[in-house]
Structures are given as structure tokens and as C-alpha cells.
């Protein structure tokens, strides 16, 4: 991912990239690569759902974020 955005970055071009994973982990690289900043970003989780797969705690996965919501929402 991060390739592709400098990438898009060198050579001017407008792109939206997908990314499938918890957002927060994303963001977190990003952060680290302090010769590229990011313009703009968009999260188009389910928040008008949260229990039923909407955001998923950072450090968890997604099997334990399921029974999480279930068993201590």
C-alpha cells in the first residue's frame, strides 16, 4: 500500500486505494514514514452498526472482536 501511494504521489496521479484491515494499523504505518504525508483519508466502516461489524478494536482480531461485542459490549 505504502508503495503505491508514493507511487501515485511521484507521478501526480489521483487515486483511492482500498485498504482491508483495521484502519488504525494503517494509519499507525503511515505515520512512520516520515517522508510521505497523506492528504487525505476516508474510514467507511459500519458505525451505524457497531455490534454487528462496524469498528474493531486496534489489537484484536477479528475473531476476538466478535465474541467481545457478544460476550462484553
Known sequence: MIARVKKAKAN???????YLGNTVDMWEKLAEEKDLIV???????????PYFGGYYPAGLSY???NIMMVKDP
Open 12 to 18: 501526480k496521479e489521483a487515486v483511492s486505494i482500498g
Open 39 to 49: 492528504e487525505l483519508g476516508s474510514d467507511q466502516s459500519s458505525l451505524h452498526n
Open 63 to 65: 475473531e476476538e472482536s
